[in-house]
C-alpha cells in the first residue's frame, strides 16, 4: 500500500478523507497531522482524535500542528464547517492523548526514517505545516515520493472569485510547497466540485446502517445545509477525499502537468494559483500537475466501499 500522511483540517471533508484512506486496502495511513484552518488548531486536532475513534483507528497518531498561517491572520471556516469545524454530529471523546511529538517534526522524522521516495505527503489544509517541514529538513524535498493538495484551482475560487480557501488561508506556505521542487499534485476546485454529495449518495450510505455511515449522513446534512446557505451550491462538494482517490486509483482523477505557482503578492489575486496552460508550454522538468476531470461514480463508489469496510 500507498504510505501516506495526511496533514489536515477537519473539516466535513477532511474527514471523509481520513475514512476514505482508512477503509481502502491501497492506503497505509502513518499518522494525521493537524493544522489551523477551518476551526482553531485545538478544536481541529480534537476532531481528527474524534474521527479516529469513529473508526475505531485509535492507532494512528495524531500530531497537532501550525496554529496559525506563517504571516496571515488567522480567518476559521465557521460558517461552512460551524463553531466546532465538524458540526452536524455528536463528537465521540478521544480515548487516546494527542502524541507528544509536534506536526512539522514527525513529518520531518518519518520521511528522513523511510526508504527514499517511500512516503507521500497529503495536504487538505492550509499548507503551513508542510512548508515548515520543507524549510526545517530540506532533505525530504527529494526524499518524498510525491505531494499531493487539495486546494486552488485553475479556473475557480471559493473565497474569493480567483483564490480557494487552503491557499487563501496561508498562501506563503502554498508557494513554499508548490515551488519546492518535488512532485506535486494540485487537486483544485475545478476536480472537486464535480465530487458531489448527491441524495443518490446518501442513499447509498444510509443502506451501510452503522454508526459510522449515521456519522458520514450528520456531517453531509450540515454541509450541504453550509453550501447552500453559503456557496450556492444544492449539493456539497466533498473536496479532501478526492486526494486519497487519487492515489488509490489514479484513473478516477485525470491529471494534466502544467507548471503551477501561487500568487501572494496581488490585491485582486492573493493565494490564486496559476497554471500555464497553454498548449505551446515547456513541459520538460515540470514536476507539477493539476486535476481536471473526476470519475465521480468510480469515486464514489471509493467511498462507500470504505464506509463499509470500516464497519
Ligand atoms: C477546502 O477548504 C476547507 O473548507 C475544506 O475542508 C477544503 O479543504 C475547500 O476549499
Ligand atoms: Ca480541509
Same mark, same amino acid.
Given at each position: 500500500?500507498?504510505?501516506?500522511?495526511?496533514?489536515?483540517?477537519?473539516?466535513?471533508?477532511?474527514?471523509?478523507?481520513?475514512?476514505?484512506?482508512?477503509?481502502?486496502?491501497?492506503?497505509?495511513?502513518?499518522?494525521?497531522? *493537524?493544522?489551523?484552518?477551518?476551526?482553531?488548531?485545538?478544536?481541529?486536532?480534537?476532531?481528527?482524535?474524534?474521527?479516529?475513534?469513529?473508526?475505531?483507528?485509535?492507532?494512528?497518531?495524531?500530531?497537532?500542528?501550525?496554529?496559525?498561517?506563517?504571516?496571515?491572520?488567522?480567518?476559521?471556516?465557521?460558517?461552512?464547517?460551524?463553531?466546532?469545524?465538524?458540526?452536524?454530529? %455528536?463528537?465521540?471523546?478521544?480515548?487516546?492523548?494527542?502524541?507528544?511529538?509536534?506536526?512539522? %517534526?514527525?513529518?520531518?522524522?518519518?520521511?528522513?526514517? &523511510?526508504?527514499?521516495?517511500?512516503?507521500?505527503?497529503?495536504? *487538505?489544509?492550509?499548507?503551513?505545516?508542510?512548508?515548515?517541514?520543507?524549510?526545517?529538513?530540506?532533505?525530504?524535498?527529494?526524499?518524498?515520493?510525491?505531494?499531493?493538495?487539495?486546494?486552488?484551482?485553475?479556473?475557480?475560487?471559493?473565497?474569493?472569485?480567483?483564490?480557494?480557501?487552503?491557499?487563501?488561508?496561508?498562501?506563503?506556505?502554498?508557494?513554499?510547497?508548490?515551488?519546492?521542487?518535488? %512532485?506535486?499534485?494540485?487537486?483544485?476546485?475545478?476536480?472537486?466540485?464535480?465530487?458531489?454529495?448527491?441524495?443518490?449518495?446518501?442513499?447509498?450510505?444510509?443502506?451501510?446502517?452503522?454508526?459510522?455511515?449515521?456519522?458520514?449522513?450528520?456531517?453531509?446534512?450540515?454541509?450541504?445545509?453550509?453550501?447552500?446557505?453559503?456557496?450556492?451550491?444544492?449539493?456539497?462538494?466533498?473536496?479532501?477525499?478526492?486526494?486519497?482517490?487519487?492515489?488509490?486509483?489514479? &484513473?478516477?482523477?485525470?491529471?494534466?502537468?502544467?507548471?503551477?505557482?501561487?500568487?501572494?503578492?496581488?490585491?485582486?489575486?492573493?493565494?490564486?494559483?496559476?497554471?500555464?496552460?497553454?498548449?505551446? *508550454?515547456?513541459?520538460?522538468?515540470?514536476?507539477?500537475?493539476?486535476?481536471?476531470?473526476?470519475?465521480?461514480?468510480?469515486?464514489?463508489?471509493?467511498?462507500?466501499?470504505?464506509?463499509?469496510?470500516?464497519?
Amino acid at each position: 500500500p500507498r504510505r501516506i500522511i495526511l496533514d489536515c483540517d477537519p473539516g466535513h471533508d477532511d474527514a471523509v478523507a481520513i475514512m476514505l484512506a482508512l477503509g481502502s486496502p491501497a492506503i497505509e495511513l502513518l499518522g494525521v497531522t *493537524t493544522v489551523g484552518g477551518n476551526q482553531t488548531v485545538e478544536k481541529i486536532t480534537r476532531n481528527a482524535q474524534s474521527v479516529l475513534e469513529m473508526c475505531r483507528r485509535q492507532d494512528v497518531p495524531v500530531h497537532r500542528g501550525s496554529a496559525r498561517p506563517l504571516l496571515r491572520e488567522v480567518h476559521v471556516a465557521g460558517d461552512i464547517h460551524g463553531e466546532s469545524g465538524l458540526d452536524g454530529v %455528536e463528537l465521540p471523546e478521544p480515548t487516546v492523548p494527542v502524541a507528544a511529538q509536534r506536526a512539522v %517534526e514527525f513529518l520531518v522524522q518519518t520521511v528522513m526514517e &523511510s526508504e527514499p521516495g517511500e512516503i507521500t505527503l497529503v495536504g *487538505t489544509g492550509p499548507l503551513t505545516n508542510i512548508a515548515l517541514a520543507a524549510r526545517l529538513e530540506p532533505a525530504i524535498i527529494d526524499r518524498v515520493r510525491e505531494v499531493v493538495i487539495m486546494g486552488g484551482g485553475y479556473h475557480e475560487g471559493n473565497v474569493t472569485p480567483v483564490a480557494e480557501f487552503n491557499i487563501w488561508a496561508d498562501p506563503e506556505a502554498a508557494a513554499i510547497v508548490v515551488d519546492a521542487g518535488w %512532485e506535486l499534485t494540485m487537486v483544485g476546485l475545478d476536480l472537486t466540485h464535480q465530487a458531489l454529495a448527491t441524495a443518490d449518495v446518501e442513499q447509498r450510505i444510509a443502506e451501510i446502517g452503522t454508526d459510522l455511515a449515521e456519522f458520514f449522513l450528520g456531517l453531509m446534512a450540515f454541509f450541504r445545509r453550509a453550501y447552500q446557505e453559503n456557496q450556492g451550491f444544492d449539493d456539497p462538494p466533498v473536496h479532501d477525499a478526492c486526494t486519497i482517490a487519487h492515489l488509490i486509483d489514479p &484513473s478516477v482523477v485525470q491529471t494534466r502537468r502544467a507548471p503551477l505557482h501561487v500568487e501572494i503578492r496581488g490585491d485582486l489575486t492573493r493565494g490564486m494559483t496559476v497554471a500555464d496552460l497553454r498548449p505551446g *508550454t515547456d513541459l520538460e522538468g515540470c514536476r507539477t500537475q493539476v486535476a481536471t476531470v473526476l470519475d465521480a461514480e468510480g469515486f464514489w463508489r471509493l467511498v462507500v466501499d470504505a464506509v463499509r469496510t470500516l464497519g
